[in-house]
C-alpha cells in the first residue's frame, strides 16, 4: 500500500464543459502538489452535443494530453482517460481508463438528461412518468447497473447522479425502500464487475449538493458488499481540482473504508486513508 498522495482521475477541459485548458488544469495540479492527474473528457453523445467533446476535438484532445504527459515526465503523472456516457455511440479506445457514467434516460422516444436543470428533471417526471418521481430514480438505476458491462468502464462515475437536484429530498425520498432498492440492485450488479466507485464531490463545488456521490447511506452499503473506492473532484475548473478531499476521506472512513484506489501506470494501487 503507496502513501497518501494528492490526485485526481475525473477532470473536464474546454474539449468538453470545462473552463480551462488541459495546460492550465495540468499547471494548477502541478502548482497544488498533485503526484498524477488525470483527464476525463466527455465521449462524443449525439444527443446532445452541448457539453461533450466532437470527434475531431477529442483527436485532438488525445494530443494535447499525451504532450502534457511528456512535458511532465519526472514532475507529475498524467492520464488520458474519457468518462463514457451510457448512450455514447463509438466504443472507447486507446484511453489510459474510462469513467462509466450515465447522464441521461431513455423513455418515450428521446433522451432526457438527469443532471442539465431542475426545470429539465421536472418536466421529464410529468411527462414521461406521470409525476412519480421514484419510478424516474428506478429508470435511472436500472440503466446505471448496465453502465459498465455497455461503456467496458474501469471506474462507475458518480453512482447516484439522479439526486443533483434532489437535495434534501425536496423531490424524492431517498430513504424510501423503493429508491434503496432499485440503488442497491445496482449497486450489486455493478459490483460484479470489480471495478471502483469514486466518491465524487463536484456537485458541491458546484453549489448542488451538500454531500457527494454516492450518499452516506450508499457509501456504507458499498463498504459492507466489498466495494472498492477512489476520490474524484469532477473538476471542471483550476480551482476545483482537489475540491472537498479531506471531507470526502472523513466521510468514506466513517463509512468504513480505511483506504482508498489510484490509478497508475501498472493499475490500481491503494493509498490508506
Not at 444527443?47 to 461533450?52: F, R
Amino acid at each position: 500500500m503507496t502513501m497518501w498522495e494528492k490526485t485526481n482521475f475525473h477532470t473536464h477541459t474546454t474539449f468538453c464543459d470545462g473552463k480551462n485548458t488541459p495546460q492550465e488544469m495540468a499547471d494548477a495540479a502541478f502548482a497544488k502538489g498533485f503526484t498524477r492527474l488525470g483527464f476525463s473528457g466527455h465521449s462524443y453523445t449525439a444527443y446532445d452535443e452541448s457539453y461533450c467533446m466532437s470527434k475531431e476535438g477529442t483527436r485532438e484532445y488525445k494530443n494535447e494530453v499525451l504532450a502534457l504527459q511528456k512535458a511532465y515526465v519526472g514532475k507529475m503523472e498524467i492520464y488520458c482517460g474519457i468518462e463514457q456516457d451510457f448512450y455514447a455511440e463509438q466504443q472507447a479506445e486507446d484511453f489510459d481508463y474510462i469513467i462509466g457514467s450515465v447522464h441521461a434516460i431513455f423513455a418515450d422516444g428521446a433522451y432526457h438528461n438527469v443532471d442539465e436543470s431542475p426545470e429539465t428533471m421536472k418536466r421529464t417526471v410529468q411527462v414521461c412518468f406521470g409525476g412519480d418521481y421514484l419510478r424516474y430514480a428506478e429508470q435511472y438505476f436500472e440503466t446505471e447497473a448496465q453502465v459498465a458491462e455497455k461503456t467496458k468502464a474501469d471506474i462507475v462515475g458518480h453512482f447516484d447522479l439522479i439526486t443533483k437536484f434532489n437535495e434534501g429530498d425536496r423531490y424524492f425520498d431517498t430513504q424510501s425502500k423503493r429508491y434503496r432498492f432499485s440503488a442497491l440492485e445496482a449497486m450489486e450488479e455493478l459490483l460484479k464487475k470489480d471495478i471502483p466507485f469514486e466518491i465524487n464531490t463536484g456537485a458541491i463545488s458546484r453549489g448542488y449538493r451538500k454531500e457527494p456521490y454516492p450518499d452516506l447511506f450508499l457509501l456504507k452499503e458499498l463498504q459492507k458488499r466489498g466495494g472498492k473506492i477512489l476520490l474524484s473532484s469532477d473538476s471542471h475548473s483550476c480551482d476545483s481540482l482537489d475540491f472537498g478531499f479531506e471531507d470526502a476521506k472523513e466521510r468514506a472512513k466513517v463509512a468504513g473504508f480505511r483506504s482508498v484506489l489510484c490509478w497508475t501506470a501498472k493499475g490500481w494501487e491503494e493509498m490508506p486513508l
